[in-house]
């Protein structure tokens, strides 16, 4: 009988350390990352296909057009989203799956994804989200007001998430681990269904 593979949809506040974990989780568990697209350009040591698809404008709107994606929308003036392609590629191999996204995105892929894990990752404050942003050095001082005006927005769907993490600072790895635990828990959910996309 084939396993029942786990998705998990991580989604939480600019800053938190969504990268930082999966990087991890994936070292420790072999879980499978869905390769977003975006329009942004590579930050420094960033991949083509490895930690998105980076695509020209024009690209990604013959995509939307040709309904390629399972969800996307405008994040910070640039697109970002997950082709169907991607989910179903990682779907029928039977391995677990990760998904990184935004509150929207989350939102997306309740309507669209049956049998996927929701975790929320929230830092400890506002202020640990404002300086992880700062420290990173990647944006502008706009770009960071304009991420930390959204947080009220994330923090608001924090009910809809099946669990919250909390990544503090300088305890990556106790997070890793916490979501290391809600996999194993999950694995033997038998209330849990196998994971498809819906349509």
């Keep these: 009988m084939k396993k029942k593979p786990l998705v998990i949809v991580l989604h939480g506040p600019a800053g938190v350390g969504k990268d930082s974990v999966i990087e991890?989780?994936?070292?420790?568990t072999g879980i499978k990352r869905a390769t977003s697209?975006?329009?942004?350009?590579?930050?420094?040591?960033?991949?083509?296909?490895?930690?998105?698809?980076?695509?020209?404008?024009?690209?990604?709107?013959?995509?939307?057009?040709?309904?390629?994606?399972?969800?996307?929308?405008?994040v910070y003036d640039d697109y970002k989203?997950?082709?169907?392609?991607?989910?179903?590629?990682?779907?029928?191999?039977?391995?677990?799956?990760?998904i990184r996204t935004d509150v929207q995105g989350a939102r997306t892929w309740r309507d669209k994804l049956d049998g996927a894990i929701f975790i929320f990752l929230m830092a400890e404050d506002r202020e640990t989200?404002?300086?992880?942003?700062?420290?990173?050095?990647?944006?502008?001082?706009?770009?960071?007001?304009?991420?930390?005006?959204?947080?009220d927005a994330e923090i608001d769907d924090i009910p809809n998430n099946d669990y919250v993490v909390y990544n503090h600072h300088g305890a990556l790895d106790a997070a890793v681990?916490?979501?290391?635990?809600?996999m194993e828990r999950e694995r033997v959910n038998p209330?849990?269904?196998?994971?498809h996309l819906r349509g």
Excluded: C, N
């Design 81 to 98: 989203g997950v082709r169907a392609s991607e989910v179903r590629r990682l779907l029928e191999s039977g391995e677990d799956m990760i």
């Design 191 to 195: 209330a849990r269904p196998r994971p």
């Design 129 to 151: 989200l404002r300086a992880r942003l700062i420290g990173r050095q990647s944006e502008t001082v706009d770009a960071i007001e304009r991420r930390l005006a959204e947080i």
């Design 177 to 182: 681990a916490e979501i290391e635990a809600i």
């Design 24 to 28: 991890k989780l994936q070292e420790r």
């Design 37 to 74: 697209s975006t329009t942004r350009s590579p930050r420094e040591g960033e991949e083509h296909g490895r930690d998105y698809y980076f695509l020209s404008w024009a690209e990604f709107e013959a995509g939307i057009a040709a309904g390629e994606f399972v969800e996307y929308a405008t």
